[in-house]
């Protein structure tokens, strides 16, 4: 898996950094990308022409990635009211991100109205990957705040605490005509990011999800499919 990220936002300083700078706030510019190796092991069982049941897991995996973080600290030391100090902010970062587990378990149901009722149940286990974020700071280019610090380098450490995350997909696929075909989907799960760790900086989570669909639609030599989704976030 190949990844990359990219922050440019206000960012205050967490308990990992030196005693000194916890609290302190700037406004950084992030960018890094790598890549992992993962997997995806699964197993499919019929017993008859009507069920399908299905498992798959893919086991946690780290996906190592590496870049630059600069910033400007002025704001905060102006109003400070410290003079003479170089607000600029460069270090080389390494960025190790965990990407959680995922357990599946689904079946689906093979009517004989030619109808195909689907369930799958998912246990995402983000307690085992996102307890924290590290940033691993090295390469400081700031001679006044490596000064400061005692150190070209730290490590800076975002408390995350995310749950365990259950998702329940729920769908319908049936028959409107010899060709065309109609298909309904769902699928519903709760926030794991709890409210004392959550900022305008965290990402949407998708509560709830409904998509609709119609294939097999005939035009001339071709053929038209169309599907609508709609989704509600936390």
Do not use: C, M
């Amino acid at each position: 898996a190949w990844n990359r990220n990219e922050l440019k936002a206000p960012y205050i300083f967490q308990k990992g950094a030196p005693s000194i700078l916890p609290g302190f706030k700037a406004l950084i510019d992030l960018s890094v990308e790598g890549n992992g190796v993962g997997s995806h092991l699964g197993l499919n069982y019929t017993p008859n022409s009507h069920w399908i049941i299905g498992i798959s897991y893919q086991p946690k995996y780290v996906v190592k990635a590496d870049g630059q973080v600069t910033g400007d600290a002025s704001a905060q030391l102006a109003s400070l009211g410290v003079t003479n100090f170089n607000p600029n902010i460069n270090y080389d970062v390494a960025i190790d991100t965990t990407v959680p587990s995922v357990l599946a378990l689904a079946t689906q149901y093979k009517a004989l109205n030619n109808i195909n009722y689907s369930v799958q149940l998912e246990k995402v286990a983000n307690k085992n990957a996102y307890d924290f974020l590290e940033l691993k700071l090295s390469n400081g280019q700031n001679s006044d705040l490596n000064a400061l610090l005692g150190a070209t380098g730290y490590n800076e450490r975002t408390p995350l605490a995310w749950d365990d995350q259950y998702i329940l997909r729920l769908a319908i696929d049936l028959p409107l005509s010899r060709d065309v075909r109609f298909s309904f989907g769902a699928a519903v799960t709760e926030n794991p990011i709890p409210p004392s760790h959550t900022t305008p900086l965290t990402a949407a989570i998708n509560k709830a999800i409904f998509s609709f669909g119609l294939s097999g639609i005939k035009l001339g030599q071709g053929e038209l499919s169309l599907a609508y989704q709609s989704v509600y976030r936390n």
